[in-house]
């Protein structure tokens, strides 16, 4: 099982809609819990960081459940600069910390 | 100003061949990393050096040697090119070990003949 599962992908949406990417993850000696997003060949940037009580930024929310090892991403009134690749990413351990990505989810938001 | 930049952005070489990727971090991080993301897209971590010291060295061939001058440097260093060695390199950097945001450089991307 790989340390860090997302969504296969890829999600073809129209404009305005609403979508919702999920991440689970293996290792529970996980400590932090973040949304990166990728254009085409371009560098993974931080979206958002993931709290245990969620938290929003805009129009993305994204919450994670400790107990189930799951994290989520939404996205409401998509645009379409917001196609890209998602990427679920945990850093494992104290002290010694592992960054583990996830392998991304696809988004194509269309006009 | 460019937060993490390497060099250079694009290496094409034959197989056997030597070659170095440069990293350079202007924001004062104590920790740097190096990850490859292969052609299936998949980033995984190879590297990550804190204040100048080898942290994680994840399972990668003994060709590939990274060193750190400085806090602001991490080179990588690749001995006998394979054609599997083709991929995108990044570079990133954070404040500490562990810490939350990763900054990014834009990629080399490495082809192999």
Not at chain 1, 18 to 25: E, G, I, K, L, M
Not at chain 2, 57 to 82: G, M, Q, Y
Not at chain 2, 86 to 107: K, L, N, R, T
């Amino acid at each position: 099982r790989k340390e860090v599962e997302q969504d296969p992908g890829p999600f073809n949406v129209p404009e305005g809609a609403t979508v919702a990417f999920n991440c689970t993850y293996s290792n529970s000696a996980s400590q932090s819990f973040f949304w990166y997003r990728q254009d085409c060949r371009k560098e993974p940037k931080l979206l958002m960081s993931v709290y245990s009580s969620g938290n929003e930024d805009g129009r993305f929310t994204a919450q994670l459940n400790r107990a189930s090892q799951y994290i989520s991403l939404l996205i409401r009134d998509s645009k379409l600069s917001d196609s890209a690749t998602y990427l679920c990413v945990v850093n494992i351990g104290t002290g010694g910390f592992k960054t583990i990505f996830g392998a991304g989810t696809r988004l194509f938001v269309k006009a | 100003d460019t937060a993490v930049s390497q060099t250079p952005k694009y290496l094409v070489t034959q197989m056997g061949n030597d070659k170095s990727i440069k990293c350079e971090q202007n924001l004062g991080h104590d920790t740097m990393y190096w990850y490859k993301q292969d052609s299936k897209k998949f980033l995984k971590i190879m590297f990550s050096y804190n204040n100048k010291e080898l942290i994680i060295n994840e399972t990668v061939p003994n060709r590939f040697s990274p060193k750190s001058p400085d806090k602001a440097h991490l080179n990588l260093h690749i001995n006998s090119l394979e054609l599997g060695d083709s991929a995108v390199y990044f570079c990133a950097s954070s404040q500490d070990f562990g810490a939350s945001e990763q900054y990014f450089g834009p990629g080399t991307r490495l082809t192999v003949t």
